[in-house]
């Protein structure tokens, strides 16, 4: 179970901002979001697209806690 | 020295003022303040978007490294989010240090650094829809000014 | 567009606050104020002699040719005259322009004209007696980057 | 006559900052300060000392009428 964020054109492309997923990794809520939405997955796996674990950019796998915040940024567009 | 991200439209020269206040040390404060351009009627709202937590830590650290690097005495930054009308102001820096150069210098930077790198997402609804923009060249090569700089 | 000249001390918020009111084109507005500094306990009165009539004549129209060169939407000069104490601002520069690039440099180089080339007449008055002051080496170098740039 | 204006060091050594002095030119007035002040006559020809004529920086000799204003000014500190 973690909390999942989405941003930008990620929240417009999913049609939600924010949800709680079942996953024990960030690969198995990965494969989670993309089954329910392709375009979702599909988009989540663009090289532009960063993934913040507890506010704090990581990449490659990561395992989840039932308390984990996971962000999914869009290119930032800076203010 | 602290970042605010607010809603709520700000005054840039109430934030001026409180900057200014009590300095006995201090020889130069610049400031910088971006408003939203109306664009010749093609009237636009603005909406700002940012990840609370970690925009605000990201914008607080890379003023905490300018200040190192430009030996600023004090610096204040305060930023919209959410939507923005045509002539609100969005963002609003100001730096304190002993000697003009580099209170200039480092607001510049900051700014460069808001505009094309700050973690934001941006979204213009115009007449003909809403859309998600992205940093334009010109913001990257006034970041970019820097990176050589530091070298 | 104007320039005043001061006798009674200014708050430079009140200033900013005033410059960026009702600005629907405006991208960017830079501002800068210069403080007078304690100088680490050594108190000093500062005070500046201006030639009424003559000094503000020559200091709009350096800032009128510098709205030209940088494309300036507006701007605002306020210099401060007669006995200055420490923490008070001396002057106040605010520029506006549809970007922040021209905004950031106008205002910059307003600042190196006025520090350095202005016509005003300065005296310390320190522990060790009053002199009169003329612009530093810095102040001339940093006023001279821009000749060659208006080559 | 013409309103004499002296700034900064040069009111100093003067000792006065305004006087009314009677003369019908630049080079006569000059001489008139001279004579009553030769420290003064020193400090004016120094070669940064500017002069301005009804707040208009001039060169060399030139015409006063009654109502002019003369202006010396010494080197410009900045602000």
């Known amino acids: 179970m ?9 929240a417009d492309l999913a049609g939600w901002r924010e949800r709680q997923v079942e996953a024990e990794s960030l690969v198995a809520l990965r494969a989670d979001l993309s089954k329910a939405d392709p375009d979702l997955g599909e988009a989540l796996r663009g090289p532009s697209v960063q993934v913040a674990l507890d506010k704090v950019l990581v990449r490659g796998d990561r395992t989840l806690t039932p308390d984990s915040e996971v962000a999914f940024l869009p290119p930032m567009s800076g203010g | 020295m602290s970042v605010t991200l607010q809603t709520d439209a700000f005054d840039p020269g109430a934030l001026l003022s409180a900057f200014c206040r009590g300095r006995q040390e201090t020889g130069g404060i610049c400031s910088f303040t971006g408003l939203a351009r109306a664009e010749a009627g093609q009237t636009r709202l603005l909406t700002l978007e940012a990840y609370p937590g970690f925009t605000d830590a990201a914008i607080a650290a890379m003023a905490l490294e300018a200040a190192g690097r430009f030996g600023l005495q004090d610096w204040r930054i305060v930023h919209r989010v959410g939507p923005i009308s045509p002539g609100e102001a969005i963002v609003f820096v100001a730096t304190a240090a002993a000697h003009r150069r580099a209170a200039f210098e480092a607001c510049d930077h900051l700014m460069d650094w ?11 609804q115009g007449l003909d829809g809403n859309r998600w923009i992205e940093p334009t060249a010109r913001d ?12």
Chains 1, 4 share one sequence.
């Open chain 2, 140 to 151: 990257l090569a006034d970041a970019a000014r820097w990176d050589e700089a530091a070298g």
């Open chain 2, 114 to 124: 808001l505009k094309s790198r700050a973690p934001f997402w941006k979204q213009e």
């Open chain 1, 2 to 10: 973690a909390r999942v964020l989405l941003f930008g054109r990620l």
